[in-house]
């Protein structure tokens, strides 16, 4: 089973778009090693997720953690794995050892050059020089680090000088996302210059991939593999069911927006995963209604309820700027693409369906 664990929900940074709310919970051991013991008690690979708030105040918390899960793993014979999202600030070489040893995966959340426009430290300083160090050391540890972008509107303009910056560090795997919920305020000239900035990074993302070096940009490489291998939105969308945050409290919930809210929740570490509740969740109708008859209706995020919920207070309602921004990206996504193709046939069947 994997579990996603809200270790804190406190945090060292003050980021423009933050959804979270700050507060000095922390998780109790108790509950840490309950949530250790029920990732291993369901079917499938145990899967563990350390998550915040910022993870790494609690680094003695992910110590445990995977200290319970060796011994577990004896018991049992079933190997853990680890991920953890991390704002990077608080990387240790001790850690990185630690981490390198467990194979952790690490999604960093940096945005480049455009760091400092949104990423502050709760006391109002940048964070832009201390990350790009950290991030040189986690690279240096772990090479295929994501690094992890959210762009709001403010970073807009830096948005493809930031994706390159990023590459020239030797980050080869990156996520990208516009920056959503309420404190955010996007207009129609933002969302142009987020076109503009994709479009530049789309020519440097077909430059790298014709010249055979490696690049993975999701919000290209996604769309492209969504397209080629027919995935509908509701295998995308897996509400309660693959990956369940834990709160600092214990109880289990379908996804992180919903954290807090009872009609979401799944049960707690103590007692296991309420499985009627569990299928009631996975039966619901994934698409929302307005996008039923809609072309792109596969190839958008529209079902995903976390998001909606973020934006609209509604998991079955997209949001004006999402319908806008994801046309806007399956466009770009399909000139990319048919310009590949058309230019290296071979090389983009090897890279997209396998
Ligand atoms: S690092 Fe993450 S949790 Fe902390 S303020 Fe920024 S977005 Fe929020
Ligand atoms: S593009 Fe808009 S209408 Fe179409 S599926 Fe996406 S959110 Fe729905």
Redesign the pocket.
């Known amino acids: 089973m994997n579990l996603t664990l809200h270790l804190t929900d406190g945090c060292n940074m003050n980021c423009a778009y933050c959804t979270r709310e700050k507060q000095p919970l922390h998780m109790s051991e108790e509950v840490l090693e309950a949530a250790c013991r029920l990732a291993f008690s369901g079917v499938g690979k145990p899967g563990l997720c350390f998550f915040g708030g910022e993870p790494l105040l609690r680094e003695d918390m992910i110590y445990k953690a995977m200290d319970i899960c060796a011994a577990l793993a004896k018991e049992t014979g079933q190997e853990p794995s680890y991920k953890m999202t991390t704002n990077g600030t608080l990387l240790t070489e001790a850690f990185l050892e630690r981490a390198r040893a467990e194979k952790m995966g690490i999604g960093l959340s940096f945005e480049g050059l455009a760091q400092d426009t949104c990423r502050q430290f709760a006391d109002g300083r940048g964070s832009f020089a201390i990350v790009e160090e950290k991030a040189k050391l986690l690279l240096r540890y772990l090479p295929g680090t994501h690094a992890m972008m959210t762009i709001a509107p403010q970073a807009a303009p830096q948005y493809a000088a930031s994706v390159k910056y990023l590459y020239g560090l030797g980050f080869r795997r990156m996520t990208a996302t516009i920056a959503y919920g309420n404190k955010v305020h996007w207009t129609d000239e933002a969302l142009g210059i987020v076109e503009e900035q994709l479009r530049e990074i789309a020519a440097f993302y077909s430059e790298k991939l014709l010249a055979g070096k490696p690049f993975y940009f999701s919000p290209i490489d996604s769309k492209i593999r969504d397209l080629l291998a027919g995935y509908s939105p509701a295998d995308r969308c897996h509400l309660g069911m693959r990956q369940m945050p834990v709160n600092t409290d214990g109880r289990i919930y379908a996804c992180t927006q919903f954290i807090g809210d009872p009609d979401y929740c799944l049960g707690d570490v103590f007692h296991g995963l309420d499985r009627a509740k569990q299928i009631e969740l996975s039966k619901r109708e994934a698409?929302?209604e307005?996008?039923r008859d809609?072309?792109?209706?596969d190839r958008?995020?529209?079902s995903c309820g976390c998001l909606n919920r973020l934006e609209t207070g509604n998991e079955n309602q997209?949001s004006p700027l999402?319908?806008s921004y994801?046309?806007m990206l399956?466009g770009l996504v399909d000139e990319t693409a048919d310009a590949l193709y058309e230019k290296d046939p071979a090389l983009f069947k090897k890279r997209f369906t396998k």
Not at 294 to 297: G, I, P
């Open positions: 698409i929302p307005t996008c809609c072309a792109l209706r958008c995020t529209n997209v999402q319908c994801e046309r399956i």
